[in-house]
């Protein structure tokens, strides 16, 4: 007589099989979605950054014309810290909802930071004087 079917071993083998590779592939998934969002505050803050510098190139200061942003996307917040001077202003990218904790910041002067916190992930977390966290490790 002949049986039709699976054994009971041979469906433990298939489903030890997926979660193994649903264990690699989760987390390299969840880091591409998260190196998918940053470049919406990288871009969105050097564009803050031009309309500032487009106004100060007109008008030598920063203050009067071009309002400080105030704005969210799905992913990031956008505000100044402190009410820009004549002569410095400052934009944040604050993470909301998934991107949570993360944080970048530029100046006047070009000069980025970036602070990754709780709570995103682990292999994110970090901070960067000099540059913008954009890959795991809290690599520039």
Do not use: H
């Not at 469906?11 to 649903?22: D, G, N, Q, S, Y």
């Not at 977390?125 to 795991?136: E, F, H, L, S």
């Amino acid at each position: 007589m002949k049986n039709n079917g699976f054994t009971l071993i041979e469906v433990m083998v298939t489903v030890a099989i997926v979660a193994i590779l649903a264990a690699i592939a989760l987390p390299a998934y969840t880091d591409y979605i998260i190196r998918g969002r940053i470049p919406e505050a990288t871009t969105n803050l050097s564009t803050l950054r031009l309309n500032l510098e487009q106004y100060f190139q007109d008008n030598r200061s920063y203050v009067g014309g071009v309002a400080c942003p105030s704005t969210s996307t799905s992913n990031f917040t956008y505000t100044c810290p402190s009410a820009p001077t004549a002569t410095t202003f400052i934009l944040q990218a604050n993470g909301t909802g998934r991107m949570a904790g993360f944080t970048y910041t530029i100046d006047q002067g070009n000069a980025r930071t970036s602070t990754v916190a709780a709570p995103a992930p682990t292999n994110w977390r970090g901070t960067q004087p000099a540059c913008w966290i954009v890959k795991t490790g809290a690599q520039c």
